[in-house]
């Protein structure tokens, strides 16, 4: 079992140009959330998708931000015109279930926005 | 809405000396309560999860009991380790209908 995995590890971006984050879940997770994370904010939840479905995304920017999960095996995160507060860590977790489940988090995409 | 609170940014002890990390969530149901640790540059892995039945749950040493009458789940560890230090984040999770909410996470440095 690979693990989550995300692409690219780390990525570099001008500011206001486009940025899209990879993830493929664990085989046979039916959940699959996104995070950001920050010194100062900590791990702030962005979005999450149950057997492929938005079901929250709460946690969303609402202009620039976007999230698809096109089949069960990858998920993206798409960021518009970029901007450097974007710089983050950004992260995705899978889990078999919600509730009590656990999240197996991936290594996480490293954007910098200059 | 749901929320976790973790009070301390940054603890600092020395080897050996016990651990305790404090959490303290909100919620208008009965949710299900997380600890994830996060060592330098990886990614947060689940320490501990909350039971259902009231029993307290164990892992590395650490051990963390659900007080729902005090809406806390306190990390504790009776020796700290230098190989402790990480991040440590709460993490709340209501239903099945609901995505985990975590704390801001607390970061622990274990010095000789």
């Known amino acids: 079992n690979a693990g989550v995995i995300q692409t690219p590890r780390h990525k570099v971006t001008g500011k206001g140009q486009e940025a899209t984050l990879w993830c493929e879940p664990i085989?046979?997770?039916?959940?699959v959330f996104w995070y950001r994370q920050t010194i100062v904010q900590g791990l702030e939840f962005l979005t999450y998708?149950?057997?492929?479905?938005?079901?929250?995304d709460s946690g969303m920017p609402k202009e620039r931000f976007s999230a698809q999960m096109p089949n069960q095996s990858h998920s993206t995160l798409k960021i518009q015109s970029t901007q450097p507060q974007d710089s983050a860590v950004y992260l995705c977790a899978s889990s078999p279930g919600l509730g009590g489940a656990t999240q197996y988090f991936g290594p996480g995409t490293r954007l910098l926005v200059l | 809405g749901d929320s976790v609170t973790q009070t301390e940014g940054l603890v600092t002890l020395t080897e050996g000396l016990p651990v305790m990390l404090n959490c303290t969530y909100q919620s208008t149901y009965s949710p299900f309560l997380f600890w994830y640790v996060q060592h330098l540059n990886e990614a947060p892995k689940l320490l501990l999860k909350s039971f259902t039945d009231n029993k307290r749950p164990e892992h590395q040493g650490f051990h963390a009991t659900l007080h729902k009458s005090s809406s806390s789940f306190h990390l504790q560890k009776s020796s700290a380790q230098l190989s402790d230090s990480a991040l440590y984040y709460c993490?709340?999770?209501?239903?099945?209908?609901?995505?985990?909410?975590f704390g801001a996470g607390t970061k622990l440095s274990v010095k000789p």
């Open positions: 993490a709340l999770c209501r239903n099945n209908n609901n995505a985990p909410r």
């Open positions: 085989s046979g997770h039916s959940a």
């Open positions: 998708f149950r057997n492929q479905a938005p079901i929250d």
